[in-house]
């Protein structure tokens, strides 16, 4: 573009006309023909002359009120991308001239796209992305499902699975594994406690596991009467082992045992979610194969090429039914469930992540509507421009093409934002997901298929934007805009931005409403009593592994507790197996009652099944409602016991009081009923209570141990103390996860924790831009309304009519969102079910105080544009008319 | 309608008011012949109707392409971009054979008008 174009453009851009470009061609043509002549004829005022003529031009000649016919076809012959450049550069020049509008709109797109991006990396992520196994799609658990407990992912029996993996042909490979915890020690170096997990040989390998240094299990290693041989995790590898390449070889002690390193793994090697620090082979004694008796494994399995999960669930039924009949006593009741890896792995997060990301999604659509109506009002404001342009033979199509080269230079630059945006986002997502219990790993997540996504968002949020102001474009008539004289009032562009504002009140509605429902459940998830007091009571674990003789455990817990008891400040102290709240079900086992008949197989009631020292109950303040607590006298010599909880009677023993009714338990010992305890919340709050049987840990020994100590002031100070007195008793026995009990209670709320804040910050967020969407469509109304608002007054109205006027107007647009939001909201809260504690989906009182305050924020976003227009001066108004 | 024409020489307004409705059209006779035997480009029309005038015919520049656009609307001029070598891009406008056809008609109802006025008002002209 040459100087005298430029200059021609600058002086139509300064009176807010445009011309075609050949006109501004061919206009810039004559002024330097005439600058030349000028010049030529050795006068000095050149310049001075082609701008006067220029000042002089009377472009509104050019315009269709003179009936200026089209200059030529050029503006709207070829292709639509030529000029395309030259509408660009315009552009950028228009949004340099409104930086205050354009940093508006690129900052809400910019927001609106980080935010969607980051939330679908995340979704990408821990959804969609493919699971780090080779043909992870083979990949599946085998679980053992209790059909009348509706337990579809139970543990499996050993006899069960080496039946079914022999018998089957759906499978190329299978293995058992479970997670577990295990006392190691080494170089003289105090002894740790490490999770891990005992796995068949082929485990790691059926996971594609590849060692950092050293070499996977063999077959060999998981002989019974081969030497214990270890894997260890990079992370474990450099802490414990300073990263040194001789730790390979090293000999070890595993819950007292020798034991060899002979690899190390990459710590983020997980089999089926299952992560740890060790593995360790899992030894299946041979007469295992046969054990009829216990669940305690999990099963991985490699599907066979073709072979699909259906498939081998139908296969496996079969199989399955054939044990129930060899092993009717053990097996009614049960059948195999084959649930794909990636199936198990994202089942639970799903609802809770498509929520989220569904409420990011309406977010930028609230976005996008603001952003819309914001171009409405600029191309209103742009009306006899657009006038102009039809006249000299734009199409609207070109027209349209303008408003969608503007939008895409917006909606661009908000994307590079959003892009740069989510690439920070990403990480406090990531690691808030993580701590909600979503492992993710944050180095890979914003990845091509994200950027992708972020490419594909603002490709979408360039037509959702432009669409409104293009189509305001194409039905622009010379004639009437012109007429207007530039004020831009349009019944349509009103129109629009009116069903604009609604739906964006009607998508806050249906976040603002998701969020108070996870936000109530949650409030009812921490006022749920969860039947104990953990106020003031630090816990700790110690894990007796290994050949401990069950007396000599009994004596350390006894030593320990003596010497928890002595500490100055601890009021009480004792001992669980299975900490409530702690994320570990604990055993459950079904029982008979021995004064009833026994029921079929498959029928026989069953109870979570706990171990504890006498003083648990007065130690959490369980109430105990009947009978008496355990005593030191109830020892491994002396007449077995049992105390059972409300529930436990409710079911079992309605009518008649429990105490002195024995149990038989599934492996064949017999307790007396001696005492009733409240219930406690046992796997998470809000869980319906089940039946517990408690038994004392002097009769029922197994190596986990919880200590809780009551304390009378903070119960964390003595942490060291408990450490020490521990280690008087054993050097050996390390201690792990000393924390109070209310931690723990807190943390097992992370997740309804996490998911109502989340939300709650989107609520907030679209509650804001709904508000602000209100805001700018009154005020613009208002603007535009000056000389109605001010004849009206002149009239006798009372700028108290005028206000109502306004705010009835909308009003009604907030109403008509809010209630299409409530509407639309019960079926997408149905989808939140899973998440929701103590409150329905379709709340009514939640849907109401959701919309009061929608409303509310509707009405202060009108009332304040709404006080503009009664301060109209009726005489001003009038003159200017 | 204004044709865009304004008469720099006439010193009374009220006289250029009478002259602009009478002269209702004179822009696209001007125009029309002097394309006649030339094509000529917008600039170039202008500098002749100044300099053949003697600067008493003085078109605003943007209003004379404003004609210039009406009268191509009507088929009577036909417009083409030209690119010499060593000059800028312009767009010579020529006269097509339903333009000379007016020109024609139009010098005869000029000239007609012409002598009504020299007969009545006493002026005359080379």
Redesign the interface.
Known sequence: M?DWQLRVRRHLDTRGLTLAPA?V???A??????WE?RRAGETDDADAFAAA?LA????P??APR???????P?PVAGPMWRGLAGEVRHTLRQLRRAPVFTAAVVAVLALGIGATTAAFAVVHAALLAPLPYADADRLVLVWEHNLPRNRPRNVINPGNYFAWSERSTSFERTGLFTPTVANLASDGQPPEEVRGLAVEPQVLGMVGATPLAGRLFTEADGAASAPRTLLISEGLWRRRFGGAPDAIGRAVVLNGEPATIVGVLPTTIDVAGFRGEFWRTATLPAEARQSFRGRSLMALARLKPGVGPAAAQQELSAIFQRLVAEHPDFNTGWTLNVVPVHEQLRSETRPALWTLFGAVVAVLLIACANVAALLLVRAAGRRHELAVKVSLGARPVHLARQFFVETAVLVGAGGLGGAALAAGLVRVVAATASDAGVPIATADVLDGTALLFAAAVTAVTVLVCGLGPALAARSTSAASALREGGRGQTGGGQRWRGWLVAGEVAAAMLILSGAALLGRSYVALQEVAPGFNPRQVLTARVSRMGPHAQAASVAFTSEVLARLRALPGVTAAAGTSFLPLDGNLGIASSFLLADRPVPPAGERPSADYRPVTPGYFAALQIPVHAGRDFRDADGADRPRVAIVNETFVRQFSPDVSPLGRRLTDSLGSEQEIVGVVGDVTLSSLGAEARPAIYLPYAQQTIGAMTFVIRTAGDPAALGPALSAAVRAVDPQQPVSDIRPLETVVARSLTRPRVASAALGLFAAAALLLAAIGVYGVVAYGVAQRRAEFGVRLALGAQPGDVMRLVLRQSMTVVAAGVVTGAVLSVPLASALRALLYGVAPGDPSTLLAVGALIAGAGWLASYLPARRGTRVDPVETLRAG | MDSGISYSSMSSQSAADILREAKKGSAELVILALLEHTPRHGYELAARIDEDSNGALSYNFASLYATLYKLEERGLVQGRWVERAGQRRRRYYRLTAAGASLLGRQREEWKQFVLALGRIAGISFA
Do not use: F, G, M
Not at chain 1, 29 to 34: G, I, M, N, P
Not at chain 1, 56 to 59: H, K, N, P, T
Not at chain 1, 66 to 72: F, G, T, V
């Open positions: 040459n006109v061609d061919e206009l043509a004559h002024l330097e023909d005439a002549a003529a002089r031009a009377d472009i000649a050019l003179h009936a200026a016919p089209p200059p030529a050029e």
